[in-house]
C-alpha cells in the first residue's frame, strides 16, 4: 500500500494547492496528506449506488487515480440514488457517464475504466496496479470474488453494502484484520436472498453508506485514525442509528485463515450457487403450467370472455400499474384468501415479470383450482405489448 | 427473562414489520427457539433442516458475535440485547433476487 511514510514523489501544483487549501491547513493532512492522496491509485467495483458518492468524494478530495469496473449502462431507475449521473446520461456506459462527472469535478484525476464484468479471470490483473479497493458491488458472486482477490493480493477492501434503510460497513483485508468470509463464510441460496417484492433501497442511504466507504478510504491513504478494522457498522436510516459490532479474523476462514484452502480464484457463480439458477427454466419449472400471453389475454378481454385476473404483487405495485378489472391478492395472502376465488373460474394469475405468479398458479393448483394460466412476462409483457400507457418499473 | 431480538429489515415481514421483539430465554439458543415458534415463517430463514442456525445469518449477543461466546449455548441476561445480521446485497432485483424474472 502506498499509505505509510514513503517519500511521495508527486508535487502539487499551485492551482491544486489552491484547491486542495481547506485540506492543507488541517494538520493531519497538510502538504504531505494530499500528496499521498495525488499519488494513491483507488478500485471501485461498482460505479453504481454506493460507488456514485465513492467516485464524486475521493475525486474532490483529489485521490490521483480512480479506477472504475462497470460494464452496465444507466437507465432511468438509477438516477434515484445513482448521483453520479443525470438524466442525459440515460443509456451510455456508467462508467464513461462517471468519467464526465469525475473530471468535471477534478481534472487533475486520472480515471482508468474497465467496462467489462469482473471475473476470476481479470481481477488479479486489474488490482495489481492499485492501493485499495472499495467494493460496491449489489451482488453475491462479484462481493466474494472482490474479498478473495484482495486477500490473495494484499489489497485493503473498504466495503459496504445496503438493503431498504439499512446499510453495513467495514475495512476488510487488512493485514491481520478479518476478511468477508470471515464474517460471513458462506452466501445465501438464491432462494433465500429477498425477491424483488422485498428489494428496493431509499436512495439516501446508499448515499450515506458511501460516503463512510470515502471517509475510510481517505483515512487509511492518510495514515490517519482508526479504521473501521474488526467491526462492522450497522446503520439503520428508520431508527437513525449506528450500531458497533465486533468483527474476528477466523483463524479457519478458508481465504485468510491459518491454513487456507483457497490459494486462488474459484468459480463465484457455483459459489453462489447461481449457475443452476442461471440455466434453469425462466420461470420456476411448475408441472402442467398453462401460460397466456399478453396479447392473447387482450383477445379473450375484447371477446368478452368471462375470466378473473389475479394481480399476485404488493399493494404498492398494484398501485403503480394494473392490468384493467384485475384483484389484488399479494402471493404471501393467497393462503387465507384463495377461497374468494372459485375452483370453476378461468383464473390468469399475474406479477411484475411472471416469477411470483408462477407461484401462486402452483399453488392454486394444488388447491383444486383447474383453469389457472399464467401470463407470461408479467405485466410488464402487457406495457410492452398492450398498452403502453401502463407504466413499467 | 425476556432479552430484546432485533429483527433485520429482510425479516420484518415474518415479524409483523416489527423492528424487534421481546423473547424469553436463558441462553441464546432457547431465545432463538422461542423467537421462531412466536414467529413460525422465520424459522427456514435462520435454521437449516437439521435445525443448525444457517451460516450466512450471523447473531450477536450485545456487540459480540455469538460463534466466539460458546454459540448457542452462550448464556444471556435481561439487559442484553441479541442482533441477527443476515448477509445483505443491494437493492435491485437483477442481483438479488430469488428467481429471475419476478
Ligand atoms: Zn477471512
Known sequence: MATTAEPVSVNLSNDEIMRYSRHLIIPEVGIEGQRKLKAARVLMIGAGGLGAPVALYLAAAGVGTL?????????FTNLQRQVIHGTGDVGRLKLESARNTITEINPNVKVVGYAEKLTS??????????DLVVDGTDNFPTRYLVNDACVLTGIP??????????????????????????????????????SCAEGGVLGVLPGIMGTLQAMETIKLILGIGQPLKNRVML?????????????????????????PTIKHLIDYQEFCGMRA????????????????????????????????????????????CRIPNSIL???????????????????VVHCKMGGRSAQALDYLQKSGFKKVRNLEGGILAWSDEVDPSVPKY | MAVKVYIPTPLRPYTDRKDAVEVSGSDVGEVLQQLVSSHPQLKSHLFTAEGKLRSFVNVYLNDEDIRYTGAEKTPVKPSDTLSIVPSIAGGSPASACCCSRC
Open chain 1, 67 to 75: 479506477g472504475v469496473v462497470d460494464y452496465d449502462t444507466v437507465d
Open chain 1, 121 to 130: 479471470e481479470n481481477a488479479l490483473q486489474i488490482f495489481k496496479d492499485y
Open chain 1, 157 to 194: 477492501n473498504v466495503y459496504a453494502s445496503i438493503f431498504r434503510f439499512e446499510g453495513q460497513a467495514s475495512v476488510l483485508a487488512l493485514p491481520d484484520g478479518p476478511c468477508y468470509r470471515c464474517w460471513y463464510p458462506e452466501p445465501p441460496p438464491p432462494g433465500l436472498v429477498p
Open chain 1, 235 to 259: 446503520f439503520d436510516a428508520l431508527q437513525m442509528k449506528f450500531r458497533e459490532l465486533k468483527l474476528r479474523k477466523n483463524p479457519d476462514c478458508p481465504v485468510c485463515g491459518t491454513h
Open chain 1, 277 to 320: 439458477v442461471e440455466e434453469a427454466q425462466p420461470v420456476p419449472e411448475i408441472a402442467g403450467m398453462k401460460q397466456i400471453t399478453a396479447l392473447e389475454l387482450k383477445d379473450e378481454i375484447d371477446a368478452g370472455k368471462p375470466l378473473v385476473i389475479v394481480d399476485v404483487r404488493e399493494p404498492n405495485e398494484y398501485q403503480i
Open chain 1, 329 to 347: 391478492i399479494p402471493l404471501g395472502e393467497l393462503p387465507k384468501r384463495a377461497h374468494e376465488l372459485s375452483p370453476e373460474q378461468d383464473i
